[in-house]
């Protein structure tokens, strides 16, 4: 991670929702932490070419995301992408969890957004990235 930014990728198809992430992240989580660069995309190709561009410190997927939700995407790219980012995945019900797991993301947060939780979630993802590139 780049001391000036830190680089997310926030994947939704609904543009609500990516409004209600940027909103609850702000420019920064965290004091310890530099400003946040959010790049958002709606759509599974969007996420694979960016991934694959590099340059990423995390990804933010909504797992209630149509035609390809979040879990299964975080699945995908855990399984294919060597030296994956970090990925926090929204979910809607708390029996979610289990496919959280499955989908080996790094964290899952409630819906609605929590303007508390999901900058504290992100905040200790971006520590430990920070952690890893020293």
Same mark, same amino acid.
């Given at each position: *991670?780049?001391?000036?930014?830190?680089?997310?990728?926030?994947?939704?198809?609904?543009?609500?929702?990516? +409004?209600?992430?940027? /909103?609850?992240?702000?420019?920064?989580?965290?004091?310890?932490?530099?400003?946040? @660069?959010?790049? @958002?995309?709606?759509?599974?190709?969007?996420?694979?070419?960016?991934?694959?561009?590099?340059?990423? !410190? /995390? &990804?933010?997927?909504?797992?209630?995301?149509?035609?390809?939700?979040? *879990?299964?995407?975080?699945?995908? &790219?855990? !399984? @294919?992408?060597?030296?994956?980012? =970090?990925? &926090?995945?929204?979910?809607? #019900?708390?029996?979610?969890? %289990?496919?959280?797991? %499955?989908?080996?993301?790094?964290?899952?947060? *409630?819906? =609605?957004?929590?303007?508390?939780? /999901?900058?504290?979630?992100?905040? +200790?993802?971006? #520590?430990?990235? &920070?952690?890893?590139?020293?």
């Amino acid at each position: *991670m780049t001391q000036q930014s830190a680089k997310i990728l926030l994947y939704s198809d609904d543009r609500t929702t990516r +409004e209600q992430v940027r /909103l609850a992240l702000g420019q920064r989580v965290a004091a310890d932490l530099p400003d946040l @660069e959010i790049f @958002e995309v709606a759509t599974q190709p969007a996420v694979l070419a960016a991934v694959d561009a590099g340059g990423l !410190d /995390l &990804l933010i997927l909504d797992g209630e995301a149509t035609p390809s939700g979040g *879990m299964g995407l975080a699945k995908q &790219l855990k !399984d @294919e992408v060597a030296q994956c980012p =970090p990925i &926090l995945v929204l979910i809607i #019900r708390v029996a979610d969890a %289990w496919l959280a797991t %499955w989908s080996r993301a790094d964290a899952a947060v *409630m819906y =609605p957004v929590d303007p508390v939780r /999901l900058p504290a979630a992100v905040a +200790e993802l971006l #520590r430990a990235r &920070l952690a890893q590139a020293v």
